[in-house]
């Protein structure tokens, strides 16, 4: 793995040790200083988890902080034009406005979508998001992500917590990478995966592109999208069947064995053949090896399996596969963490009384299930809708922050109708985005660059022990932006809530939040390259506890069965849902759209809608690509490099073609976070998974044809 580990300074320059927020890596840097102006960046060997990588994005940041298309002031729309405005009139603007809305239509009428600040739950951004609409009284306040919180749902559902995979370099013999491209995805922390290759570990990859991991993998297949759901189960079918599971273990640590093993009868290797095109004898050899060469461990993708009608019973079913096989709780295998106590909302007022969020009537497993304390977060896929049909309620304004839904958020051109309808949008980024340009009032956000936060746990912990680091103020804020912890508790103070922001700056937060925890930023300053901030638990935790009490579900094990989601109207077993627009599911329209769309693929040069307008990366990645095989450009008489037409019901884009055989024939790819050749122009924002609310995102129907 590449390194820059020097930290050796020039003269008159100062270094500051950080951590990159450009991902949620979070990978270790050396920013130095001259004259209060960055003059570059490099990695932090002491880093516990980068150890000196820093990728192409982190290596760009001063671009970033110092790019010509920074928002510096915050703007009023006037007469349809741009006027600078101070921050004073900017807040005493939106605390009227709030404050009218709230007067006339009640405080749910009132909602927040925040992207990376909430995504990450960075506690300074995040936690004053929270807090204010805590003590405004709104509920209605989602994370734009529509990946993670699937799995988590199903992990809770069935160990009774959150039970990542912990990969320790020289553990795991087996690892499976489902839908992961370590190398683009987390390329900071995909050194454990290289140091078990290099002794031996087996590697599988499913993935319907053949990625650089797919290429050097001892087994890669490439299932029909939206399909893997069926193919866990179809793993699950031979490991049962053939007697590969831990007998002992299923016996006395796990409850709905049998009604498993008759669930399972229905998903034959042969018949999920026909459901995934994988071969019979590819899921057998698959699940043989995962299940007899241990320790093994599965490493999902931010998307693959979320974002279709499966989401949550895949991976219901694949924390099932990991149990059943004897790979739970064990070194290479998945491991409780048990993070740090800290300070949350403290003191709460208004949310016992605040009406039912957006969707948690229809939705109620995912928005109780994920809520953030004692938010219900609804699903971001249903928003739109709920605007525009005003139910339950009408939403009247929003704030949107560090996301930009016109470009992220599915069925775009829904959106943007939704945003039309409201009577009030505030939108506070770093750059002038798609969504910005329709709002009424543009707030400049600091880059991470310019503000303090902590990061801790989160991905990291996957692959080393949980840690607090400082995310230090590099240089003073650019312009007017402001952190947005700053404007939040202005805001709050402007409009009677002061009390609940008592704070003077973000180390006094800081402090408070970690005040249980016993550690303060004073230490965390000592110690730039981080502090350890929990545990991975020892072996076999679940021994330690009362019979009782072993696993916090309601059995007290873990439930294969699970009758807290019968109790709910869910299925308590694992099953498989058809994609709904599919050749199977809707064969009338495959007829008319033969082709397959997948999305999300990560690229190296960008997080998602960030970073597109920075010169270096995008001359290295300059436009959006629609991925195509050889055998699908030929039949659309398709070359490479030629501009194409893609549709689905929902609309239809201009985009370059890559012709390729790294996607499967059938299937065309098209990463998302693009303002030219947006792909969720064409995305279906309609709830696919009946447990989450997702939409289908990996598998929708479209068709191709070349630009004349």
């Avoid at 680091?469 to 804020?477: C, H, M, P, Q």
Wanted: proline letters at 7%; charged letters at 25%; aromatic letters at 8%.
């Amino acid at each position: 793995m590449a390194k820059q580990i020097s930290d050796r300074t020039r003269a008159d320059e100062q270094v500051v040790k950080t951590a990159c927020q450009l991902c949620f890596n979070h990978c270790g840097m050396n920013v130095y200083v001259k004259d209060g102006r960055i003059t570059r960046i490099n990695g932090m060997a002491e880093h516990p988890v980068s150890h000196g990588f820093l990728c192409i994005k982190g290596r760009q940041a001063v671009d970033y902080a110092y790019s010509k298309d920074r928002l510096l002031y915050p703007m009023k729309r006037d007469d349809g034009n741009w006027k600078r405005i101070s921050w004073d009139e900017a807040l005493d603007t939106i605390a009227k406005k709030l404050t009218d809305i709230k007067d006339k239509y009640g405080a749910a009428s009132f909602a927040t979508y925040i992207g990376e600040a909430l995504e990450a739950l960075i506690p300074t951004g995040g936690f004053s998001i929270l807090r204010f609409m805590d003590v405004y009284g709104s509920p209605n306040l989602t994370c734009a992500e529509t990946c993670s919180k699937v799995r988590m749902q199903a992990e809770r559902l069935t160990f009774g917590m959150w039970l990542p995979c912990c990969l320790s370099p020289g553990e795991a013999k087996c690892v499976i990478l489902w839908g992961l491209n370590r190398y683009i995805s987390s390329p900071a922390v995909a050194q454990p995966i290289t140091t078990v290759r290099r002794k031996g570990a087996k590697l599988i990859v499913i993935d319907p592109r053949r990625t650089p991991s797919a290429k050097e993998a001892d087994i890669h297949i490439q299932p029909r999208p939206g399909t893997d759901g069926a193919l866990v189960l179809g793993m699950l079918h031979t490991i049962i069947t053939e007697g590969l599971f831990e007998k002992e273990f299923v016996n006395s640590w796990t409850v709905g064995f049998d009604k498993l093993t008759e669930r399972i009868e229905q998903y034959s290797p042969a018949e999920v053949e026909k459901i995934t095109g994988v071969p019979a004898e590819k899921i057998k050899e698959i699940a043989r090896m995962y299940a007899t060469i241990k320790p093994a461990c599965i490493l999902l993708g931010s998307t693959l399996i979320d974002q279709s009608a499966s989401g949550f019973q895949a991976s219901r079913a694949i924390c099932i596969l990991n149990t059943i096989t004897g790979n739970l709780d064990i070194p290479g295998g998945s491991k409780q963490i048990a993070m740090a106590p800290i300070n949350f909302l403290g003191q709460l007022e208004k949310w016992g009384d605040m009406p039912k969020a957006l969707g948690e009537d229809e939705y109620p497993l995912f928005c109780r299930l994920n809520g953030v304390w004692v938010f219900s977060l609804s699903p971001p896929s249903i928003w739109a809708d709920a605007i525009l049909r005003e139910k339950p309620y009408p939403i009247k304004a929003m704030a949107i922050a560090a996301t930009d839904p016109l470009v992220t958020a599915p069925n775009a051109n829904k959106f943007k109708q939704a945003l039309e309808k409201l009577d009030f949008l505030v939108v506070m980024d770093i750059f002038m985005t798609p969504t910005a340009e329709m709002a009424d009032i543009v707030l400049p956000a600091a880059t991470f660059l310019e503000r303090t936060d902590i990061l801790h746990g989160n991905y990291q912990s996957i692959f080393a022990t949980p840690y607090a680091l400082l995310g230090k103020k590099v240089i003073k804020e650019l312009g007017e932006s402001w952190p947005d912890w700053k404007f939040w508790a202005e805001l709050a103070r402007r409009m009677g809530y002061g009390e609940y922001f008592p704070w003077q700056n973000a180390e006094e937060l800081i402090d408070y939040y970690l005040e249980p925890s016993g550690m303060t930023v004073k230490q965390l300053m000592e110690n730039p390259s981080g502090v350890a901030f929990g545990t991975i638990m020892d072996e076999e935790f679940y021994k330690q506890h009362p019979e009782e009490q072993r696993f916090p579900t309601p059995s007290g094990k873990v439930e294969l069965y699970c009758e807290t989601l019968e109790q709910m109207g869910y299925d308590p077993l694992p099953s498989y849902a058809e994609p709904p627009e599919s050749p199977v599911a809707s064969p009338e329209l495959a007829k008319q759209y033969p082709l397959i769309l997948t999305t999300g693929a990560r690229l190296m040069e960008y997080k998602n809608r960030s970073l597109h307008n920075l010169p270096r990366l995008r001359k290295r990645m300059p436009e959006a690509v629609v991925e195509i095989h050889p055998q699908s450009a030929e039949k659309y008489s398709i070359g490479d490099r030629d501009m194409v037409i893609v549709e689905t019901k929902r609309g239809s884009i201009e985009i370059r073609a890559r012709v390729t055989e790294d996607i499967m024939p059938g299937v065309i790819s098209i990463p998302f976070g693009w303002a030219q050749g947006n792909v969720n122009i064409l995305t279906d924002d309609a709830p696919a998974c009946r447990e989450s609310g997702y939409p289908a995102l990996k598998s929708m129907l479209c068709r191709v044809k070349r630009k004349t």
